[in-house]
């Protein structure tokens, strides 16, 4: 048994709602609401995300096709399975299914560019740390000489 089709009417789906008499009709937020400002994230955080969202893309294909180009130099061609000449694509295939698979070597393929700035911004923030050399000495400053 069949269900009755939709009636087509011009009214928009909430359109209904405007006919209601005021004590009756629901607390719908409106559109243009700006009261509460919209969630955002901060300037820092946003592009934190962006950098660490382009070097995993890189991780994901660039580090892979690099590898491909070396191995494809110094080892010759990229052998997969029957054919002799695979192409860098057959790689990134080969490398996205050790991804899916679990695999920990293609893992740390993937996440070594972020992995390796996250370690040089904690080098900087050691050395930063670290007090100079001869630590009881206040810093040199210009010197005035006297009129």
Wanted: net charge positive; proline share 15%; aromatic share 6%.
């Amino acid at each position: 048994m069949s269900s009755t089709p939709p009636r087509h009417t011009s009214t928009p789906p909430l359109g209904a709602l405007a006919n209601l008499p005021p004590e009756r009709r629901p607390n719908l937020p409106s559109v243009d609401d700006d009261d509460e400002p919209s969630p955002r994230l901060p300037p820092r955080v946003r592009r934190e995300l962006i950098v660490f969202g382009v070097l995993l893309l890189f991780g994901l294909i660039g580090v892979p096709l690099l590898i491909w180009v070396g191995g494809n130099r110094v080892l010759g061609p990229y052998v997969h399975g029957q054919n002799l000449h695979a192409g860098p694509l057959a790689l990134l295939q080969d490398f996205f299914l050790g991804l899916v698979h679990g695999s920990a070597v293609f893992w740390v393929v993937a996440l070594g560019p972020a992995a390796l700035l996250l370690l040089v911004r904690l080098l900087i923030v050691l050395v930063r740390a670290v007090p100079p050399v001869g630590g009881d000495e206040p810093p040199a400053g210009p010197t005035r000489r006297p009129r």
